[in-house]
């Protein structure tokens, strides 16, 4: 089985005046390619910031973080830019759509930045929204869909440029409890079907048991429990 990322006591601290923050304390942890993960904890245990750092946004005090046997910590800001442009697909809890866009060039955008002509770009983001259950909603502004809908459209924005892995950080944290479970189930099939690395963020256990196949539970930036479903 192919390692999709590893970390090796990773560590990120922060400095607040005197304070040091240990938002990560030693996280050592392997996920195999197309894997589905769920990341579990209160709020304040580090979730987000391992998703951070696995995304190059930001970088580990210490330890090693590598992606496909790559080291994050060695690379460059345009090193760490094309990696989260081809490796990484990020969904967010507040959808971040723009607004003034409609759903078929929010997809879009973000290929824009990948070199892909205009005609191959809106092509792809068709044919992805239709992946993802918006064949008909594609001219629809954010205002215009229901927090259901934006999500979706959030996942097929972060499939835009084929990667490898897919953060999910409380993708579900905005839905309604049946939004929610179709939010999923749509992650769940990205992962079935085209063996899509998944780490999912969330703080509902009970919510994410019937979707991910292994989830790991972090508390003041350590791991403190891991379980396979």
């Keep these: 089985m192919t390692i999709a990322l590893e970390t090796q006591d ?22 195999d390619r197309g894997e ?8 304040g245990s580090g979730k987000s ?11 580990p005090t210490s330890g090693t973080l ?19 442009r081809r490796n990484v697909g990020m969904i967010f ?22 070199g892909v002509t205009r005609r191959q770009r809106e092509r792809r983001a068709r044919e992805l929204l239709d992946q993802v259950g918006l064949g ?10 229901s927090g259901g809908e934006q999500q979706r459209v959030s996942i097929a924005r972060a499939l ?9 950080d409380e993708p579900t944290g905005n839905l309604d409890s049946k939004t929610a479970r179709e939010i999923l189930a749509v992650l769940h099939e990205l992962n079935a079907r085209d063996n899509k690395t998944i780490v999912l963020v969330t703080h ?12 790991v539970t972090l508390l003041d930036g350590r791991i403190v429990a891991e379980t396979r479903l």
Excluded: C, W
Aim: avoid cysteine; hydrophobic fraction near 45%; proline fraction near 4%.
């Design 93 to 114: 809890q507040s959808f971040n759509l723009i607004s003034t866009m409609t759903a078929l060039e929010n997809v879009a955008l973000s290929m824009m930045f990948a």
């Design 49 to 59: 910031t391992l998703l951070n750092l696995i995304a190059g946004l930001d970088r």
């Design 204 to 215: 509902d256990s009970i919510l994410a048991a019937p979707f991910v196949r292994r989830t």
């Design 160 to 168: 835009a440029n084929n990667p490898e892995i897919l953060l999910a």
């Design 136 to 145: 008909g909603r594609q001219l629809h502004r954010p205002k215009e869909l």
């Design 36 to 43: 589905f993960l769920g990341l579990l904890g209160t709020s």
């Design 66 to 84: 590598t992606v496909f046997d790559q080291s994050l910590a060695s690379m460059s800001r345009e090193e760490l830019s094309v990696h989260r």
């Design 10 to 31: 990773l560590k990120k601290h922060y400095s607040m005046g005197p304070v040091v923050v240990r938002a990560l304390d030693g996280i050592t942890l392997s996920v």
